[in-house]
C-alpha cells in the first residue's frame, strides 16, 4: 500500500513546486521592470539629445 501524502505536500501545479512558480514569477518580474526602466531612460536620452540640437541650431 502506498504511503499517505499530507495534504500540504501535493504540488497544486500539476508536478510543479508552487515555490519555484513563484521564485520564476518574482523574477520574471525584476526583468519586465529592468525592460521599462532601460527603456524609458533611452527614450528620454534620445528626446533630450533631439532637443538640445533643435535648440543649437
Do not use: N, Q
Not at 500539476?14 to 533611452?42: C, E, N, Q, S, Y
Not at 534620445?46 to 532637443?51: C, L, V
Amino acid at each position: 500500500m502506498l504511503p499517505a501524502i499530507p495534504p500540504y505536500a501535493v504540488p497544486l501545479f500539476f508536478g510543479v513546486d508552487p515555490v519555484l512558480v513563484g521564485i520564476i514569477a518574482v523574477l520574471l518580474l525584476i526583468v519586465f521592470a529592468l525592460f521599462l526602466f532601460i527603456r524609458k531612460t533611452l527614450l528620454s536620452f534620445s528626446k533630450g539629445m533631439r532637443e538640445g540640437k533643435r535648440k543649437r541650431e
